[in-house]
């Protein structure tokens, strides 16, 4: 049992590193806005970034939407340190933006709107009670909504007429590099589902920090990417407080 539950960990960080990775070289996605509405996938908000960990710190503001309301609407106890846990990414995606040298506020904007529905979304599922539907089920559902959404939404948020006016659509590197995202973001999923059944919400938790870690490490050596002073303080901060939230979850389960 243990030998397999390794072999899910290092199964899910190696799509969670090839998908983020893969998504960065695709350098677009035709199912951006559905994605940022749904996490079903990496979104528009992150093609904005040059630098990987920046939309991962940022993204991390989804679970002190969680906490915030655990703690102010279903008055649960809420432990010192993920109550540090949450101020700590808060304060490193708050500051993120005031020193960032790769400044886009497309990219800022698309990042809220993600962490808003993400947070939204991860609210919904702990609320609602417990579902016929099976993990994959819902998931499967997600991608569903998902095109059917990005069909009614290209149109005003001004994909449908820009396409051919994309630089690379038609270079092959780039419909390779989206077709190898999307498959990687379809296992990224299915790993996740298979890694939140078989471990505990603590060592769940404790993977998903793994592979991030890696992921942001290796983008920094693969990619052009300006990291400042300030910049590397707000990314270790928010480091140390998803580490404390980690341990936090460890602890309670």
Not at 132 to 142: F, M, P, T
Not at 193 to 207: E, I, T, Y
Request: charged fraction near 15%.
């Amino acid at each position: 049992m243990c030998v397999r539950r390794s072999l899910v960990g290092l199964t899910f960080c190696t799509c969670y590193l090839a998908s983020y990775l893969t998504n960065k070289v695709a350098d677009a996605h035709w199912w951006t806005f559905a994605s940022c509405v749904l996490e079903t996938g990496l979104g528009r908000d992150q093609q904005q970034f040059k630098a990987i960990p920046v939309f991962l710190t940022l993204h991390n503001v989804a679970e002190v939407i969680i906490c915030g309301y655990q703690k102010c609407f279903q008055k649960e106890k809420t432990s010192p340190a993920k109550i540090c846990s949450a101020l700590f990414l808060l304060a490193a995606a708050g500051c993120l933006p005031f020193n960032d040298s790769q400044f886009n506020p497309d990219g800022y904007f698309w990042a809220i709107i993600h962490l808003l529905c993400v947070g939204a979304y991860k609210i919904l599922q702990k609320s609602q009670k417990p579902s016929a539907l099976s993990d994959i089920d819902q998931q499967y559902l997600n991608y569903i909504f998902s095109v059917v959404l990005l069909a009614f939404a290209s149109h005003p948020t001004g994909d449908l007429f820009s396409v051919l006016d994309f630089p690379f659509l038609y270079f092959y590197r780039f419909h390779g590099s989206c077709c190898a995202s999307g498959f990687l973001g379809f296992f990224l999923m299915f790993s996740t589902v298979k890694l939140k059944n078989l471990l505990a919400p603590g060592q769940c938790a404790a993977w998903i920090f793994f592979a991030k870690i890696i992921t942001a490490g290796l983008s920094i050596l693969l990619f052009d990417a300006i990291l400042t002073s300030a910049t590397t303080g707000c990314l270790l901060l928010g480091a140390l407080g998803e580490a404390l939230l980690v341990f936090s979850e460890r602890k309670s389960s």
